[in-house]
């Protein structure tokens, strides 16, 4: 006659499926209360009113609320000439110490203000993204290390609007 540990023992099929729900709900929790704790953390609104702004020097001034100063320690990647305005792709990368913020400013887009990162403690500072380019346009990225700002600027050149053109 044979044997197995489904007819057995007292463990039953359904108690095994529950203790694997149990485990992925614990585990689940985990997680998503270890985002909410990080995102707690980093203690940020949403900059609604920078990403409202027309020019490099107001967005600045209103994502930060200070001015930046040119870096060779901000690297920004970006093409010299963009064939499609709609998919340009960016990436910004630091090497310097304690950085908490990535933003990157567009100057001819109707709104400068392209994108802005928190950068949580222990994380690479480094972003990457395809952003719409209205027309030839000088890309900016801003850094904020150890409570200053830095910043990096290359012009591109695009062939085909993006936004609006």
């Given at each position: 006659m044979s044997s197995s540990i489904w007819n057995d023992a007292t463990v039953s099929r359904r108690s095994v499926l529950q203790g694997i729900a149990a485990v992925a709900v614990i585990g689940f929790t985990?997680?998503?209360?270890?985002?909410?704790?990080?995102?707690?953390?980093?203690?940020?609104?949403?900059?609604?009113?920078?990403?409202?702004?027309k020019g490099e020097a107001d967005t600045i001034k209103s994502l930060y609320g200070k001015t930046a100063?040119?870096?060779?320690?901000?690297?920004?990647?970006?093409?010299?000439?963009?064939?499609?305005?709609a998919v340009v792709p960016i990436s910004v990368s630091s090497s310097l110490p304690d950085v908490t913020s990535i933003a990157i400013l567009v100057t001819e887009n109707p709104n400068t203000l392209a994108a802005a990162y928190r950068i949580l403690p222990g994380t690479a500072p480094a972003?990457?993204?395809?952003l719409k380019?209205?027309?030839?346009?000088?890309?900016?990225?801003?850094?904020?290390?150890?409570?200053?700002?830095?910043?990096a600027t290359k012009e591109v050149k695009v062939t085909v609007g993006g936004c609006g053109g």
């Open positions: 985990g997680i998503r209360f270890g985002i909410a704790e990080a995102l707690a953390a980093a203690n940020d609104k949403y900059p609604e009113e920078a990403f409202k702004q100063e040119k870096s060779d320690k901000v690297k920004l990647d970006a093409p010299e000439i963009a064939e499609n305005g972003v990457s993204n395809r380019m209205a027309k030839t346009s000088n890309v900016i990225a801003v850094v904020e290390a150890g409570g200053k700002l830095y910043s």
